[in-house]
């Protein structure tokens, strides 16, 4: 537990439910690791409350707190100023407050970028087949287009997000220099002929996620080519049906572990100026 002194400062993160995040355990850890004098706590906050909590935060002059579900679209809103990916995606997970003038920015797409790296891969400048048109999904599409991938089809359900991803495809188009896609699922011959062109497919959807482990968006195997990386934002289980069915014929897989790691480093840095500690967080909680 960090020493907490009259010159603490407060970061935190808030969301409902929020007792089972790993943020506040890896945040003060890095604290302690780095001996600054600062703590995180996790507020169980939803949109009903987000108003007043963010109001209250801002007159206690908190340094700044990551938002999860359901206040990132909200917080979008609440916010004074927002950062170019923030503002693509329509979406805060992090905010700033400089004397009093809150910054919102999405750490999200920086978290899986860097992931991508860190598992040795590089797809600046290819293309990219991505399912999902949620929060996670439109992170990872906007970070993954300002970082030079080339080509990005997104394929989503015609849900609640849809009419929102259309408009976040025209965006990119007219912003950056991907070119971006939206197809509707289920469309299996076009997802086939996106994959075969891809040099990496991305689950950004909840689809096999504990406690629904047998489900997959893709069940049939010869949708992959023997040099497409396959990866998914989900952690919980570590390895979901869709990295087990890739492993299966020989594919180079990655979760969701290391994107949680690293959109939480990049709200680290933004709030301390300082690097997260991250090769020593990974070993105490990422193993």
């Not at 703590?39 to 108003?51: E, H, I, M, Q, S």
């Not at 287009?145 to 025209?170: C, H, M, P, T």
Request: glycine share 8%; aromatic share 8%.
């Amino acid at each position: 537990m960090n020493r907490i002194t009259g010159h603490t400062v407060l970061t935190g993160l808030l969301g409902s439910p929020v007792s089972h995040s790993i943020s506040p355990m890896m945040h003060n850890e890095a604290f302690r690791l780095l001996d600054l004098d600062y703590v995180y706590l996790a507020f169980d906050v939803g949109t009903d409350n987000l108003r007043t909590a963010v109001a209250g935060l801002k007159t206690l002059g908190v340094r700044g707190f990551n938002c999860t579900m359901p206040d990132k679209n909200l917080m979008f809103e609440l916010s004074d100023k927002l950062s170019p990916s923030a503002e693509l995606i329509g979406a805060v997970n992090t905010v700033i407050n400089d004397n009093g003038i809150l910054t919102g920015d999405n750490t999200d797409g920086v978290g899986y970028m860097r992931a991508v790296k860190d598992a040795g891969f590089h797809i600046t400048g290819k293309k990219m087949t991505l399912l999902g048109a949620g929060g996670a999904a439109t992170a990872i599409c906007v970070q993954a287009a300002l970082d030079g991938v080339s080509e990005i089809d997104v394929f989503s359900i015609k849900d609640q997000f849809y009419s929102r991803a259309q408009n976040l495809i025209d965006n990119i188009n007219k912003k950056t220099n991907c070119k971006a896609s939206l197809y509707e699922l289920p469309d299996d011959a076009m997802l086939k002929k996106s994959i075969s062109e891809s040099v990496i497919l991305t689950n950004g959807t909840s689809v096999g996620m504990s406690p629904n482990v047998d489900n997959s968006i893709i069940n049939d195997t010869s949708m992959f080519h023997e040099n497409l990386i396959v990866s998914d934002v989900i952690y919980n289980p570590q390895k979901t049906k869709l990295l087990k069915l890739a492993e299966d014929v020989g594919l180079s897989t990655f979760n969701g572990m290391y994107m949680l790691l690293y959109q939480g480093a990049k709200s680290f840095e933004l709030w301390t100026d300082k690097e997260m500690p991250t090769e020593q967080i990974k070993e105490k909680f990422f193993q």
